[in-house]
């Protein structure tokens, strides 16, 4: 898939404010400062779509990205803040949560997850109640620059043996660098396959 056009729809903290769900839309949601912007800049070919920032949590509402006139890239807030008081991630709880079980076009969540570190409990968990939800998700393994050749099959070998003692089957991953653009041609053609996959069933 070749990205020619990105244009900024709309930021907000209510589901029901969103665009007409007539297009298939992609979700991008992971801990805070898991390199969500950088990797959705990077993916569009832009240096400044989607704000990156030191200080994690810079993300706070539902922003819709139209990709090529034909489908959304949503960039959603993270999760795990640990410096937010608890009024605001139940607030951002809610504005998630609302999100992913009422936006009927949604077609998968892309959970981010940082290579470097072994798997974390809010991770898990989250991904465990997508599921539960009967939400379809993909894992994208980030910072995939940030370690050494060797280091990477024993990383992976380590969070797919902790997630196999409670999934029977994995979800799809697709492992990325936003530095060296590792992953991006996947991560796009897997989107314009599911495109592919929506429109027929949207049409029939």
Same mark, same amino acid.
């Given at each position: 898939m070749i990205?020619?056009?990105?244009? #900024? ?7 029901? /404010?969103?665009?007409? !769900?007539? /297009? ?17 800049? $990077?993916?569009?070919?832009?240096? +400044? &779509? ?15 990205f139209l ?8 960039? %959603? ?7 937010? !008081?608890?009024?605001? +991630? ?11 079980? @009422?936006?009927?076009? %949604?077609?998968?969540? #892309? ?8 798997? @974390? =409990?809010?991770?898990?968990? #989250?991904?465990?109640? %997508?599921?539960?939800? @009967? ?18 099959? !024993?990383?992976? /070998?380590?969070?797919?043996?902790? $997630? &196999? @003692?409670?999934? *029977? *089957?994995? !979800?799809? =991953?697709?492992?990325?660098?936003? *530095?060296?653009?590792?992953?991006? *041609?996947? &991560? ?8 592919s996959d929506?429109?027929?069933? #949207? +049409?029939?």
């Amino acid at each position: 898939m070749i990205i020619k056009d990105v244009e #900024f729809v709309m930021s907000n903290s209510d589901v029901r /404010k969103c665009p007409k !769900p007539d /297009k298939p839309e992609f979700a991008f949601i992971g801990r805070s400062n898991v390199g969500k912007s950088s990797l959705i800049n $990077m993916l569009m070919g832009r240096k +400044k &779509l989607a704000k990156t920032s030191s200080t994690p949590g810079k993300t706070q509402l539902i922003n819709h990205f139209l990709v090529n006139e034909s489908w959304y890239l949503v960039d %959603l807030p993270g999760y795990g803040y640990a410096k937010a !008081p608890d009024k605001l +991630k139940k607030k951002f709880e809610k504005m998630i949560n609302d999100y992913l079980l @009422q936006r009927e076009n %949604l077609v998968t969540v #892309f959970v981010l997850v940082d290579i470097r570190h072994l798997p @974390q =409990q809010i991770d898990l968990e #989250f991904m465990e109640w %997508l599921g539960m939800s @009967q939400i379809p998700f993909t894992m994208v393994f980030t910072k995939l620059d940030k370690l050494k050749r060797g280091e990477i099959d !024993p990383a992976l /070998k380590k969070y797919r043996a902790k $997630m &196999l @003692q409670t999934w *029977e *089957e994995l !979800p799809i =991953q697709v492992l990325t660098s936003a *530095e060296k653009h590792d992953g991006k *041609e996947a &991560l796009l053609e897997y989107i314009e396959t599911l495109n592919s996959d929506f429109k027929s069933k #949207f +049409k029939a």
